[in-house]
């Protein structure tokens, strides 16, 4: 075996087909798009024509709408906050916080605020600041001696809660 018997698998490496280049290169003249019309020109095509039929995107009802007020939180659950305490990623005795959780490494962005879910158990004592939380999650966190403090939802400009 030499340097110069290595190659590339055969048929690994493929030229580009140039088209327009006489009716030689068997994509000469319309350059396969065919003859005349809209298709054969650039950037122009009806996206869901059906030649005349009413289209499906306008034959299916219109259901429901998009919220623009709506906030998108960061959910996290009991036992990947007691995962992060067992690997001293957050300190129980300390508030925890969405930023405090960033920082850790236990979330990866604190979005609209956080949100406490009750999978799982907690055993340390803990104090959370959070934006929204279930009712097993708060009992939970309770019962194992801690407080979770329900922070008010971030204001539009109107200053109306969203």
């Known amino acids: 075996m030499k340097l110069s018997d290595i190659a590339d ?11 327009g280049r006489g009716i030689g290169s068997g994509k000469g003249k319309t350059s396969g798009r065919g003859g005349k019309g809209q298709t054969a020109r650039s950037g122009v095509r009806i996206k869901g024509f059906e030649g005349g039929q009413m289209p499906m995107h ?21 036992d990947r906050l007691q995962d992060a305490i067992d690997n001293k990623l957050i300190d129980a005795s ?3 916080t969405a930023e405090s959780l960033v920082k850790a490494g236990v979330l990866r962005r ?29 009992a939970a966190v309770e019962k194992a001696g801690g407080t979770v403090k329900i922070l ?5 400009e ?5």
Do not use: C, Q, W, Y
């Not at 698998?9 to 088209?19: E, L, Q, T």
């Not at 109107?158 to 969203?162: D, H, K, P, Y």
């Open 58 to 78: 306008r034959r299916l009802p219109k259901r429901g709408f998009n919220n623009i007020f709506r906030l998108d939180f960061a959910e996290i659950n009991l």
């Open 152 to 156: 008010a939802p971030a204001k539009t």
């Open 110 to 138: 604190a979005k609209d605020g956080l949100r406490l879910l009750g999978r799982g158990e907690i055993k340390a004592k803990l104090t959370i600041e959070v934006h929204g939380a279930s009712k097993p999650a708060i």
């Open 94 to 96: 300390a508030t925890v």
């Open 9 to 19: 698998n055969a048929g690994s490496r493929k030229k580009r087909m140039r088209v």
């Open 158 to 162: 109107e200053g109306e809660a969203a």
